[in-house]
């Protein structure tokens, strides 16, 4: 069953790598991307705009999945 599983959804799995090796160099990009973030310096009011945009993400995010069932609150 998980074979099949596996297969059905391998057309929407690009970014899956089929051992642990493969899927390490797959990551490469989106990690590098992510020590770019954090080491960026950015201004408290660039910081609180962030944070805004975050809990706004996550009022939207809850507002389309069901009671019991949210992420954030």
Do not use: C
Not at 12 to 36: D, F
Not at 40 to 61: C, G, V, W
């Amino acid at each position: 069953m998980a074979n099949n599983t596996q297969s059905h959804f391998a057309p929407y799995l690009r970014h899956r790598g089929n051992t642990v090796e493969e899927q390490i160099k797959l990551n490469q990009p989106a990690l590098e991307w992510l020590r770019k973030r954090l080491e960026e310096e950015i201004t408290q009011e660039e910081a609180k705009i962030r944070q805004e945009d975050l809990e706004k993400f996550k009022q939207i995010l809850d507002s389309f999945r069901p009671e019991g069932s949210k992420l954030y609150s």
